[in-house]
């Protein structure tokens, strides 16, 4: 089944804790991608790549890394979370990153303390 | 600066009738332009698209418009049904400028009622 799958799916960790939500593909797609969800604000755009070794900025990407190593994987990581950055956080990909069609991961919810 | 705006929150419709949610967009340079709907604890997922040289694009009971001189576009539901009721977020992409970052707007949670 094609699909995109984070985790964990919840998380409640405490300020400065560094932590990593993974991310994978099995549709062989070449762009991916990281979003938040935030009441009020839609979905944000924190990081993209457009295939391996090749990644680039959203438009929030303070505060976060990624990096792409295998086509397949693109972690999110927090070096030192803090409480703003608690959120819903959705991982997608696409064949490309020309308006093809982005399939979104069911979604990691993080709690900072 | 929100590039995509969606400013209606939420929309009620009676099942049967017309939905039509609007989204606006300041950025000329996007060229393609996206609508997603988003149930309760899932990710979203891709309802229709349509490219900057068009103006409509149909998709069985969705139709996206594009008013570039009006930088606005809108989703027409016909018709409407109970399972429609989602929160739905257009999105905008400029791939011209070579960055492929997309921008999403901020939604509006769509309430069909039976």
């Known amino acids: 089944e094609a699909q995109v799958t984070q985790n964990p799916r919840y998380l409640i960790t405490v300020t400065g804790k560094k932590l990593t939500v993974t991310c994978s593909q099995n549709m062989n797609h070449e762009y991916m991608s990281w979003y938040r969800q935030d009441p009020g604000l839609g979905l944000r755009q924190i990081y993209y790549?457009?295939?391996?070794?090749?990644?680039d900025k959203g438009d929030v990407p303070e505060g976060y890394k990624v990096s792409r190593k295998e086509k397949r994987n693109f972690p999110l990581i927090l070096e030192s979370p803090s409480p703003n950055q608690t959120s819903l956080y959705f991982c997608?990909?696409?064949?490309?990153?020309?308006?093809?069609?982005?399939?979104f991961g069911p979604g990691t919810r993080l709690t900072v303390l | 600066d929100q590039q995509v705006k969606q400013n209606s929150p939420s929309l009620s419709v009676q099942e049967g009738r017309i939905s039509i949610l609007n989204c606006d967009y300041t950025?000329?340079?996007?060229?393609?332009f996206l609508w997603y709907k988003k149930y309760p604890a899932e990710g979203p997922t891709f309802l229709i698209s349509i490219s900057s040289i068009k103006d409509k694009n149909e998709d069985g009971r969705f139709t996206v418009f594009l008013n570039k001189s009006a930088k606005h576009l809108s989703l027409h539901i016909v018709p409407s049904q109970p399972g429609d009721s989602a929160v739905y977020f257009c999105a905008a992409i400029s791939t011209t400028s070579g960055t492929y970052k997309y921008i999403f707007g901020t939604g509006t949670r769509l309430k069909v009622l039976a």
């Open positions: 997608a990909s696409s064949l490309s990153g020309a308006a093809d069609t982005q399939y």
């Open positions: 790549s457009m295939n391996v070794e090749v990644t």
């Open positions: 950025n000329s340079m996007f060229d393609y």
